[in-house]
């Protein structure tokens, strides 16, 4: 008898076929060996079989049996890492700048889930053995606060609140250029891009895509906004910013090769996140203070800072 695994389907996620998110998500199985489970009716979503090439919806639930011998030790780890709030439901972590979520090809120890393994004894087990708690992500370069469900209650409670976007996501970003406009919208559809499958791009058939902004400092060259993600799609606020030709200071994907500021790493932070508790319903809200290197970055522009 094989040993089952209850993967929780993300909204960037969305419209990627069955097998392809099952080989990013499952560690250490090929597509292949992912295209024999789903013939063999090892995988169900939503308690139903599907072919290999259906396109998964968000807030599915992908139930995957796999083979007993398969063993994937993800090692908790004594990472530093700050949490900021916890209760027997959720725990609320300010991730650090550099450090991924959860572990993946190339990145299998030293990620955020080894170090909450070694801090919270209990995690949703929602999304298997490599993401357990992870509700939703930050890029590795991406520091902020983040929400973890400690209870499979609790993951699917949040992951509703994110599908129907009752999730407040604030975050700051220096981007180049000077923004003239105090607010604005940015609605445009993201996907994966038709020329590089590692990023992403504003295509015509992409999923929905919406991002507003304001502006909260110009500098000479230089804007620093206030971004609320009112959708969630990978790489959002950096592809969005990139459209308009505002791209976030030290972007290595989206941005100019060269580096500005000292920012080796996009110039982005989740500085804000509100949400109902899964259990009592009372809305919460934390914050998390821009990382040192963020600081220094504007630090070297207030001489330069202009008046509306």
């Known amino acids: 008898m094989g040993r089952s695994e209850l993967h929780l389907v993300e909204e960037d996620l969305e419209g990627e076929r069955l097998d ?9 199985l090929s597509r292949t060996a992912v295209k024999e489970l789903i013939t063999n009716g090892q995988v169900l979503v939503d ?5 290999p090439s259906y396109r998964i919806k968000e807030g599915e639930e992908i139930l995957i049996t796999l083979p007993e011998a398969r063993q994937v030790a993800i090692v908790p780890q004594d990472l530093p890492l700050e949490i900021i709030y916890q ?12 450090m991924v979520v959860h572990p993946a090809h190339g990145n299998w120890d030293g990620t955020m889930v080894n170090a909450l393994l070694y801090h919270i004894k209990d995690l949703s087990g929602i999304n298997g053995e490599i993401r357990p708690g992870i509700v939703h992500r930050l890029d590795k370069d991406t520091s902020g606060v983040m929400v973890v469900a400690k209870n499979d209650q609790a993951h699917r409670n949040l992951a509703e609140q994110i599908k129907e976007h009752t999730i ?75 459209y308009i030709k505002h791209p976030v200071v030290g972007d290595p994907v989206y941005g100019p090769a060269k580096h500005h500021l000292g920012m080796e790493s996009q110039a982005l932070h989740a500085c804000r996140l509100g949400f109902n508790h899964p259990r009592t319903g009372e809305y919460m809200e934390f914050t998390s203070e821009l990382p040192e290197v963020f600081k220094q970055a504007l630090q070297k522009l207030t001489k330069y800072t202009l008046t509306d």
């Not at 308690?47 to 072919?51: A, E, F, N, T, V």
């Not at 209760?87 to 550099?98: E, L, R």
């Not at 919208?185 to 038709?194: D, L």
């Open 87 to 98: 209760d027997q439901d959720i725990a609320v972590v300010n991730k650090p700048k550099g």
């Open 168 to 242: 407040k996501r604030e975050y700051q970003a220096l981007v180049h250029g000077m923004i003239k406009e105090n607010l604005g919208s940015i609605e445009a559809p993201i996907g994966r891009s038709r020329t590089d499958r590692k990023k992403m791009a504003v295509i015509a058939d992409g999923k929905p895509a919406l991002s507003r902004y304001r502006v909260l400092e110009r500098f000479q060259n230089y804007t620093l906004v206030q971004v609320t993600l009112l959708t969630g799609r990978t790489h959002q606020i950096r592809v969005h910013f990139s």
């Open 20 to 28: 392809a998110f099952l080989a990013e998500t499952v560690a250490d």
């Open 47 to 51: 308690g139903k079989s599907r072919k």
